[in-house]
Protein backbone atom coordinates (compact mmCIF):
# COMPACT_ATOMS: atom_id res chain seq x y z
CA UNK A 1 0.00 0.00 0.00
CA UNK A 2 1.19 3.15 -0.83
CA UNK A 3 1.66 5.94 2.13
CA UNK A 4 1.36 9.22 -0.25
CA UNK A 5 -1.83 9.08 -1.50
CA UNK A 6 -5.38 8.04 0.87
CA UNK A 7 -6.72 4.56 -0.52
CA UNK A 8 -10.24 5.10 -1.78
CA UNK A 9 -12.40 1.93 -0.88
CA UNK A 10 -14.84 2.67 -3.09
CA UNK A 11 -15.59 4.67 -6.69
CA UNK A 12 -18.72 5.44 -8.26
CA UNK A 13 -17.45 6.53 -11.95
CA UNK A 14 -18.55 9.29 -14.91
CA UNK A 15 -21.58 7.50 -16.37
CA UNK A 16 -22.79 5.72 -13.24
CA UNK A 17 -26.38 6.33 -12.17
CA UNK A 18 -27.33 4.61 -8.40
CA UNK A 19 -30.55 5.59 -6.49
CA UNK A 20 -30.65 4.47 -2.93
CA UNK A 21 -28.99 4.61 0.07
CA UNK A 22 -24.98 4.22 -0.05
CA UNK A 23 -22.94 3.38 3.08
CA UNK A 24 -19.04 3.88 3.14
CA UNK A 25 -16.35 2.32 5.19
CA UNK A 26 -13.14 4.43 4.07
CA UNK A 27 -12.60 7.22 1.52
CA UNK A 28 -15.20 7.51 -1.79
CA UNK A 29 -14.60 9.06 -5.08
CA UNK A 30 -18.40 10.19 -6.36
CA UNK A 31 -17.93 10.97 -10.10
CA UNK A 32 -21.43 9.80 -11.33
CA UNK A 33 -24.98 10.84 -10.48
CA UNK A 34 -26.39 9.96 -7.15
CA UNK A 35 -30.25 10.29 -5.94
CA UNK A 36 -30.69 9.18 -2.07
CA UNK A 37 -28.58 9.53 1.05
CA UNK A 38 -24.63 8.69 1.02
CA UNK A 39 -22.60 7.42 4.17
CA UNK A 40 -18.86 7.17 4.72
CA UNK A 41 -16.40 6.83 7.87
CA UNK A 42 -13.97 8.83 6.71
CA UNK A 43 -14.20 10.99 3.46
CA UNK A 44 -16.76 11.76 0.56
CA UNK A 45 -14.96 13.30 -2.65
CA UNK A 46 -17.56 14.60 -5.13
CA UNK A 47 -15.57 15.13 -8.54
CA UNK A 48 -16.57 17.73 -11.23
CA UNK A 49 -19.13 16.60 -13.05
CA UNK A 50 -20.46 14.17 -10.51
CA UNK A 51 -24.52 15.21 -10.25
CA UNK A 52 -26.01 14.44 -6.49
CA UNK A 53 -29.26 14.84 -4.97
CA UNK A 54 -28.50 13.36 -1.90
CA UNK A 55 -27.93 14.01 2.08
CA UNK A 56 -24.41 13.41 2.57
CA UNK A 57 -23.01 12.44 6.06
CA UNK A 58 -19.06 11.97 6.40
CA UNK A 59 -16.36 12.94 8.01
CA UNK A 60 -14.98 15.01 5.72
CA UNK A 61 -16.50 15.88 1.89
CA UNK A 62 -14.72 17.32 -0.58
CA UNK A 63 -16.89 18.75 -3.33
CA UNK A 64 -16.21 20.17 -6.70
CA UNK A 65 -18.99 18.65 -8.63
CA UNK A 66 -23.21 19.58 -8.31
CA UNK A 67 -24.74 18.85 -5.08
CA UNK A 68 -28.25 19.43 -3.75
CA UNK A 69 -28.93 18.07 -0.10
CA UNK A 70 -27.94 18.43 3.35
CA UNK A 71 -24.79 17.99 4.26
CA UNK A 72 -23.25 17.38 7.71
CA UNK A 73 -19.41 16.53 8.07
CA UNK A 74 -17.93 15.64 11.68
CA UNK A 75 -14.68 17.61 10.89
CA UNK A 76 -14.74 20.10 7.44
CA UNK A 77 -15.85 20.08 4.46
CA UNK A 78 -14.02 21.98 1.56
CA UNK A 79 -16.69 23.39 -1.58
CA UNK A 80 -13.72 23.70 -4.71
CA UNK A 81 -14.37 25.22 -8.12
CA UNK A 82 -16.48 24.43 -10.17
CA UNK A 83 -18.85 23.34 -7.51
CA UNK A 84 -22.36 24.30 -6.96
CA UNK A 85 -24.24 24.06 -4.02
CA UNK A 86 -27.61 23.83 -2.63
CA UNK A 87 -28.85 23.21 0.54
CA UNK A 88 -27.50 23.19 4.59
CA UNK A 89 -24.31 22.22 5.73
CA UNK A 90 -23.66 21.82 9.39
CA UNK A 91 -19.25 21.32 10.04
CA UNK A 92 -17.26 22.45 12.20
CA UNK A 93 -14.98 23.81 9.31
CA UNK A 94 -16.01 25.22 6.38
CA UNK A 95 -13.94 26.41 2.84
CA UNK A 96 -15.68 27.85 0.21
CA UNK A 97 -13.16 28.38 -2.82
CA UNK A 98 -13.77 31.89 -4.89
CA UNK A 99 -16.36 31.11 -7.94
CA UNK A 100 -18.39 28.52 -6.26
CA UNK A 101 -22.23 28.78 -7.01
CA UNK A 102 -23.30 28.19 -3.23
CA UNK A 103 -27.00 28.49 -2.21
CA UNK A 104 -27.51 27.67 0.95
CA UNK A 105 -27.52 27.97 4.37
CA UNK A 106 -24.54 26.51 6.99
CA UNK A 107 -24.39 25.51 10.76
CA UNK A 108 -21.20 25.97 12.29
CA UNK A 109 -20.64 23.73 15.61
CA UNK A 110 -18.16 22.76 17.73
CA UNK A 111 -16.20 19.35 16.82
CA UNK A 112 -16.92 17.74 20.59
CA UNK A 113 -20.55 17.92 19.83
Not at 17 to 45: H, M, P, Q
Not at 67 to 77: C, D, F, H, L, P
Request: some cysteine; proline content about 2%; charged content about 20%.
Amino acid sequence: MQNSEKDISAIIEEGCKFEGNLSFNGVARIAGIVNGSIFSNDTVIVSEGAIINADVNANVILISGTVKGNIKASSRVEIIKPARFEGTITTPSLIVEEGVIFHGTTKMRDQEN
